[in-house]
């Protein structure tokens, strides 16, 4: 049996379609993702940890300073290679969307540095100069920073800045390595304060200075991606993404177009979703308009790959002449004993229609009945068949299901060469073809399952599918399995 190409992203499509959902009904963005309570936290967390092994090691700047120690006098000491090594941020922080952006706290931080120390001084009671040097480890405690960030819509794609950023250390314990411990407390009070406001300072800047690293990633993604060389997803972000009270939603143009036109931008508000997920706690919320299964239908009917001709059923006698002379007579007087083929086309493009009972297509196709004369294949009618059908979307793991079912199909003679044709004669016969041939062709696909595309690191865990008028809701919690770092994550 030929294929009807291109195939997998159509079954994909009518899978997606054949579940039902609500969108609000007005145009204008037709995918929207919320990203909920649960998934901020598990954002705050994966951007914390990148934070995290970007900034260690930290190297912070040196100083050297003149004291006055009882009984000695004047002191030079000096801190050299100061470096903070590592970072513990626990558990002890929260991410929350305020009123003007999205704020990430995160208290009781504890830190460990490494220094080189070294002092000398000049004694009245010695006439030479006395020196020591030796290491340090400083234990930071009770540490805090927090930050503000702001998403924007830039021209279609996203733009990230920070508000504001800052850090508060609030106690460091210093321990020396060589040297005379009757110094210890003089050493301190003399770098106590400079490593305090040293870090205060290196923190928030390689903080900003990472923000827009991901600022510059998530201006360069890809405004389209092809799906293939007929059609492309427009991934345009439309207006500022919506902040919640506990969610951020990003609302997208989502539609599929022709992978050689030129995108256009619909700047219209589309509703914001509800974050009701079936009772379920999940990250992610991704919801998708039925004009997305429709412009993706529109776009390959439109490029001619709607297409299919049937040379072999389960029953191979139906595709001969012979089977057909008390159905239709003059096919089998004019051509007795032939082998047939069915060519099939889409005499318009499908239309994908969600309710919150179903999720159904609507299929008006021409039916061409060809004859193989010898060598010559001979069309002798042209059928139009407008078949209806539903189905339901099951999910498993990362892996989207489907089944569907014919609902109803109706008949109507284009044009003939062998004479009238009564459709009522021939309905039962294609309505065998339909549930034998075309249904489980179409269900031998959706059985497969199809893995869903997520950003490169990511996988997709727990997906439940939600449906609702003119609109399919997929919920799912997130697992990032990829710490090489942000900056290298790449859209598939």
Known sequence: MAQLHPLPLLLLLFLFAAAGVSAGGTKGAHVSAVVAEKGLAFAKDVLIGEAVRSLTPLRLPGVEKAVRVPFLGGVRVAASNITLFHLDVGDNSTVYPGD????????????????????????????????????????????????????????????????????YVKDLVISLDGGASWFYQGFINAFEDHIKAAVEKAIPENIIEGAGKLDSFLQGLPRTVSLDDVAALNMTFVNDPHYGNSSIEFDINGLITSAVAKTTNNLQKHPHLSLSCGGASKMLLLSLDEDVFNSALDVYFKAGSMHWVVDKVPDQSLLNTASWKFIIPRLYWNYPNDDMLLNISMASSPVIKITSEKIGATINADLIIDVVDGKETVPAACIS?????????????????????????????????????????IQGVIRVFLNTVC??????????????????????????????????????????????????????
């Open 100 to 167: 003007s952006g999205l704020v990430i706290v995160a208290s009781g931080i504890t830190a460990n540095i490494s220094m080189h120390w070294s002092y000398c001084y000049d004694s009245w009671l010695l006439p030479i100069e006395i020196s020591d040097r030796g290491t340090a480890s400083i234990l930071v405690q009770g540490m805090e920073v927090g930050i503000t960030m702001v998403i924007k819509n830039s021209n279609g794609s996203l733009a990230l800045s920070v508000l504001h950023c800052g850090c």
């Open 385 to 425: 068949v407008v078949v209806s059908a539903s189905g339901i979307v099951e999910t498993s793991g990362n892996k989207v299901y489907g089944r569907v079912g014919l609902d109803d199909f109706s008949l109507a003679l284009k044009w003939s060469k062998i004479g009238n044709i009564y459709m009522s004669l």
């Open 439 to 492: 249904m489980p062709y179409l269900n031998s696909r959706l059985g497969n399952g199809f893995v869903l595309p997520v950003v490169h690191g990511f996988t997709l865990q727990d997906i439940y599918i939600l449906t609702s008028a003119e609109q399919l809701t997929l919920c799912s919690n997130v697992i990032f399995t990829n710490a090489s770092g942000l900056a290298s994550l790449a859209l598939l």
